[in-house]
């Protein structure tokens, strides 16, 4: 199983990025899928996060600028980024928590990263 994240980029303030993750692989199903960033110096911090039934979950400073969503049928999880500012810049992380045999138990999966960087 392989998480691929894409649409990292350079923005001005203000601007959007769009960023995609798709799963691929013996996949059986997928439980929640989230966001997760890390600034230089700081740890990874928890973005957004949807459930497989479409609920979402969004860390304060995002909340009313980023949105998170997800299409099953395509095992890809998207986050819409607006308004962003310097501080949002990062290396963003798509996790997803995977059972690839009915008969197991999740596991938790990562995507390489995708920068974001947002700067004048």
């Known amino acids: 199983v392989q998480l691929q994240a894409s649409g990292g980029g350079l923005v001005q303030p203000g601007g959007s990025l769009r960023l995609s993750c798709a799963a691929s692989?013996?996949?059986?199903?997928?439980?929640?899928m989230a966001w997760y960033r890390q600034a230089p110096g700081k740890q990874r911090e928890l973005v957004a996060i949807?459930?497989?039934?479409?609920?979402?979950n969004y860390a304060g400073s995002m909340k009313g600028r980023f949105t998170i969503s997800r299409d099953n049928a395509k095992n890809t999880v998207y986050l819409q980024m607006n308004s962003l500012m310097p501080e949002d810049t990062a290396v963003y992380y798509c996790?997803?928590?995977?059972?690839?045999?009915?008969?197991?138990?999740?596991?938790?999966?990562w995507g390489q990263g995708t920068q974001v960087t947002v700067s004048s």
């Open positions: 996790y997803a928590a995977i059972t690839i045999n009915r008969y197991l138990s999740s596991y938790d999966y």
């Open positions: 692989g013996s996949i059986f199903s997928i439980d929640d």
């Open positions: 949807i459930t497989s039934g479409g609920s979402t």
